[in-house]
């Protein structure tokens, strides 16, 4: 079994496919390229850091147009600079 590992203070991210045709109201079809996608990944791996403020299996939020997208064993990944994580998804309860 193959595993991908981040090197280099690289965070490995797993994507969602979110590939569902979307189609307005009034029959419009809206093209993936059109569609405002949201910055938000899995945390799949992360390198050797001092004190990591995430853990694998956490949802993060990254800054738009940052790191290198990728293809393994049939998921697709990005892979991030730890510096490029803006912060972390927690689910909190309602007051």
Known sequence: MKELQPINQNVLLELTNDNAEQ??????????????QEKTGKVAGIS????????????????????????????????????DILGKVVE???I
């Open 23 to 36: 189609t307005t109201a009034s029959g419009i079809i809206i093209p993936e390229s059109a569609k405002n």
């Open 92 to 94: 909190t309860e309602a």
């Open 48 to 83: 050797n850091l001092d004190n990591p403020e995430i853990a694998v299996g956490d949802t993060v939020l990254y800054k738009e147009f940052s790191g290198t997208e990728l293809e393994f064993e049939g998921k697709n990944f990005l892979l991030v600079p730890y510096s």
